[in-house]
């Protein structure tokens, strides 16, 4: 029921964009429309991850983080610059502290519900290169350095270092977790004025392997939902 709300509110929100997009063509060209200049190319941002379609027992502890980088080469499409797209490479590390406990003996890996007396945190963790795809709107000009921002589009990762680590009472443990997907896919939207920009992230795959359980034999179906700031720079 989950995913199906959210790729509800999903297409209101594309939907939203093209409308925002077919009005932007019926506004008068600025004085500057001959000039060739370019926006918002390299970008930072910072955030916190949710996890949804989590089983009823696995719950979301500490701080579940995301960081990431990258170059947009932007694409105008109209004579006066402010509709375009926006194709990238970047790069990001998301952190996922939940209660769910993995063992790994040879090339199998178990999961199970901490027991509480003795546990201290459990993370998932990821690096991944991206490649986001976007739709631009915005109200900037050559001469306008504070302008309103609508960004929506699909970004592809490719997951190159995964890891699981849990810390006890007792010590600590660690390992490379091949049950995370190597390759994962959602949808965002970016919205803002001049730096402050909110940036929402919905994954469309789950991110762990289909083949993934609890040992009480139920899907590990994770989605990450991730909120943040992201910051734009020329």
Not at 52 to 73: C, H, N, T, W
Not at 176 to 194: S, T, V
């Amino acid at each position: 029921m989950c995913a199906s709300y959210m790729k509800r509110c999903l297409l209101l929100v594309f939907a939203t964009i093209f409308g925002l997009v077919a009005r932007a063509q019926v506004y008068p060209e600025s004085e500057y429309a001959g000039t060739k200049y370019l926006e918002d190319q390299f970008y930072v941002g910072v955030g916190y991850n949710f996890l949804v379609e989590k089983p009823k027992d696995v719950v979301q502890r500490g701080l579940s983080y995301s960081l990431q980088a990258g170059f947009i080469r932007d694409i105008p499409l109209n004579k006066r610059r402010n509709v375009g797209f926006g194709l990238g490479a970047g790069y990001s590390v998301s952190s996922y502290y939940t209660n769910m406990v993995a063992a790994k003996e040879g090339d199998d890996i178990s999961y199970s519900i901490a027991d509480l007396q003795d546990f201290k945190r459990s993370k998932l963790e990821t690096h991944a290169l991206e490649v986001p795809l976007e739709f631009r709107w915005r109200t900037s000009t050559d001469v306008t350095y504070k302008f309103w921002r609508v960004y929506g589009g699909v970004k592809v990762s490719y997951i190159f270092a995964k890891s699981y680590r849990r810390v006890n009472e007792s010590g600590s443990d660690r390992f490379r977790n091949d049950d995370l997907q190597d390759l994962q896919y959602g949808a965002f939207l970016r919205f803002g004025y001049n730096t402050w920009n909110i940036n929402i992230y919905y994954g469309l795959n789950s991110l762990l392997k289909d083949n993934v359980f609890l040992d009480n034999d139920t899907p590990i179906e994770l989605r990450p939902l991730k909120v943040g700031l992201i910051f734009y720079i020329l």
